[in-house]
């Protein structure tokens, strides 16, 4: 026991000269031969560079992970903010195409001009009631903008049919192949009169023509004017099959995709009779008292 405490004591009084002369030594050594100590440096290096490297691998795979993780958030929200950019370029772009298309209908009405005298209101096409029974639309026109009945509807391309019944905000137009139609028209060549009747096939025909008619396939048919309906020279279509003494005319309007009509007043509107006004319940049970 009291060999211990000298030997404890004489090492905690020489550990820092000891540690200070190794030192000393390690620089005086590294100044004296600087290949020796880079040696010594290199070899050490040397030696750790595979634990380092083992070491190095996982921070380096979780680095790339990272990187990656942070490159697809990256890519969600690109994708994210390209899907709608794409939206947004669809909606502008199916803007556009309906507007392209509205303006090419409309530059398509402006081809036939009518008389400066007449009055027209351009309208929009808004329902259909084409199929086996009957052939009309139905326009967003109606009394308030000047439609009445017996005024002629119209396209660029020539005449669709007329108006037939009118309401306050709407007014519906007998095209051309309904079978209640029925137009005077004139063969632009060879000026036989005849009668524009729709049988609800998509080729009207000609009735009443003369018995040794001459008309042919490509003959231009327009209005003839009698009877006050349409005035004379209205486009209505195009002598289109003969067969078995019945003649077909394709219209030039294509009745089956309507979007604009310009329904025009040429002052004939008055030549139709006025529907006859439904009568009330009391009046007509009045007139079942009145009755033997």
Not at 198 to 219: C, H, M, Q, T
Request: glycine share 8%.
């Amino acid at each position: 026991m009291r060999l211990a405490v000298p030997v404890k004591v004489i090492g905690q009084r020489f550990a820092v000269p000891i540690l200070v002369l190794a030192s000393v030594t390690m620089i005086v050594l590294g100044k004296a031969d600087s290949l020796l100590f880079d040696r010594f440096r290199t070899a050490f290096a040397d030696a750790a560079a595979p634990a380092l490297a083992l070491m190095s691998q996982p921070v380096a795979l979780i680095d790339q992970g990272v990187d990656k993780f942070e490159g697809m958030i990256d890519l969600y929200r690109e994708n994210a903010r390209l899907r709608e950019d794409n939206d947004r370029l669809m909606q502008w772009q199916q803007v556009a195409q309906r507007l392209s298309s509205e303006n090419a209908r409309l530059r398509q009405l402006l081809k036939l001009v009518p008389d400066p005298a007449v009055s027209f209101v351009s309208a929009r096409v808004i329902a259909n009631s084409g199929g086996s029974f009957v052939r009309s639309v139905l326009v967003d026109a109606g009394a308030r903008d000047g439609v009445m009945r017996g005024q002629a509807a119209i396209t660029g391309a020539g005449l669709v049919g007329r108006i037939t019944e009118v309401g306050e905000r709407s007014a519906r137009v007998l095209l051309l192949s309904d079978l209640n139609s029925r137009i005077p028209v004139t063969v632009d060549g060879s000026r036989e009169r005849a009668v524009l009747a729709g049988d609800n096939a998509d080729r009207p025909r000609l009735l009443y023509l003369p018995a040794r008619s001459e008309v042919k396939i490509g003959d231009r048919i327009v209005t003839s004017g009698n009877g006050g309906i349409f005035p004379p020279g209205l486009p209505v279509g195009v002598v289109a099959a003969i067969q078995d003494g019945i003649v077909r005319v394709e219209p030039y309007a294509e009745l089956a995709r309507l979007d604009y009509l310009r329904v025009v007043n040429y002052g004939l509107n008055g030549v139709l009779p006025e529907p006859v006004p439904a009568r009330s319940a009391k009046a007509a049970r009045a007139a079942s008292r009145r009755a033997p």
